[in-house]
């Protein structure tokens, strides 16, 4: 089976937890600190926090931004479900803007209207959280301009997009945002087994997320109220969570992020090659935001709804390990039964009943790549 994504572990990567295992730290050592400077030094940001996964670093970013009760949510309908589940878990209320179809992004043009009929009834969002599916930025500079507009705050959901770049910047650099949030799981650009960075500008932000993935606990005498106790003491001064993430996480992340460029460059490859090999099958490929270079965490296909189960049998029955991504979250029955149903958000429902993620990773061959695309051939046929 020709998976669609897989981790790229290296001697010099099990080297770097070794290391850690036999250190005096496990963790809240020096390997975190390190690895929150290597991203924050691929983002071009100032700030950046780690904590144990993508999801927890949404919550925090939320959290953050003082996201609660009263307040408002709004992302993307066609994201793993954390996205949305992070403004539930702040007690918020959460809604969704359709995507692009071409490029599966949130899409501007359907966010003006939004929040020009939210402005009207008093129901603005408070944050907005646009998606970068598959690794291609959305189109932030457009984003963040409704967002100042109209006082809303932003956070990035980059989880498939560190490496990538937006006009010529860095994804996370938050140059339209206040928070740009990136992931570490496996089948990511980079991996830390389990973990995610919130990067942001503002050092307040960043204060605060380091406050609430820590139990909302500090030994910084000047956050303390009072004189401290002695050497040992510690306050607690907000209300936190342990969302920290170990020095083995760290260790892996650190060794992994030297080949950042070269995990992009190998997706990059691979993707213009499928470009050009499925080039006259009956489907549609990935569409391109002009100024956005993807990372290419996912290469999606689009195939006629009515063959789409089908084709999807026939290429896993073939060997081949292609998937989903992603179910739209308002059909979740959970979300469901918030109110939402079939065709609230008619482009997201038209691209899942379409779409399949086909294998992409940096360590598939071309041999890989083309038994992928002579099974994609028969399948269609």
């Not at 932000?205 to 303390?224: I, K, W």
């Not at 050497?231 to 969302?243: D, V």
């Not at 990059?268 to 965490?297: C, I, K, M, N």
């Not at 989903?324 to 979740?332: G, R």
Request: aromatic fraction near 8%; charge should be negative.
């Amino acid at each position: 089976m020709i998976p669609y994504g897989r981790q790229d572990i290296t001697d010099a990567d099990l080297a770097a937890v070794r290391s850690v295992l036999t250190s005096d730290f496990l963790t809240q050592g020096p390997q975190v600190p390190a690895f929150e400077a290597s991203v924050a030094a691929a983002a071009q940001a100032p700030h950046a926090v780690a904590v144990n996964s993508a999801t927890s670093a949404l919550h925090v970013a939320c959290l953050a931004l003082g996201l609660g009760p009263g307040r408002r949510l709004w992302t993307s309908p066609i994201t793993f479900v954390a996205s949305a589940n992070v403004g539930k878990l702040c007690g918020a209320a959460v809604d969704f803007v359709d995507i692009d179809p071409e490029t599966f992004n949130m899409c501007k043009d359907a966010l003006a209207e939004k929040l020009s009929a939210a402005k009207r009834t008093g129901t603005l969002p408070d944050v907005l959280m646009p998606v970068h599916m598959c690794g291609q930025s959305a189109d932030m500079a457009e984003i963040g301009a409704l967002a100042r507009r109209y006082g809303v705050r932003v956070v990035e959901d980059a989880s498939h997009a560190i490496g990538a770049t937006y006009q010529h910047r860095p994804v996370g650099c938050c140059d339209h945002s206040d928070i740009c949030v990136f992931s570490f799981h496996p089948v990511k650009i980079v991996t830390t087994a389990e973990g995610g960075v919130a990067t942001t500008a503002d050092p307040h932000v960043a204060a605060a997320m380091e406050l609430a993935r820590s139990h909302g606990v500090t030994r910084d005498p000047a956050l303390m109220q009072g004189d401290s106790d002695g050497a040992w003491y510690y306050q607690q001064i907000a209300l936190g969570l342990n969302y920290r993430m170990t020095e083995l996480q760290a260790a892996l992340g650190v060794s992994q992020m030297i080949r950042l460029d070269d995990y992009v460059a190998r997706r990059t490859a691979l993707a213009e090659r499928y470009d050009a090999r499925l080039d006259g099958l009956p489907l549609a490929r990935p569409g391109r935001l002009d100024g956005a270079r993807s990372a290419w965490h996912l290469y999606v296909v689009r195939v006629d709804p009515a063959r789409r189960r089908e084709v999807f049998d026939a290429l896993r029955a073939d060997g081949i390990g292609v998937n989903v991504h992603y179910i739209p979250v308002h059909l979740q029955p959970w979300w469901r039964a918030q109110g939402f149903a079939e065709r609230d958000f008619p482009n997201a429902e038209a691209y899942y009943a379409s779409a399949i993620s086909i294998p992409l990773f940096p360590t598939m061959t071309e041999a890989d790549q083309d038994a992928v695309i002579d099974a994609l051939a028969r399948a269609l046929a």
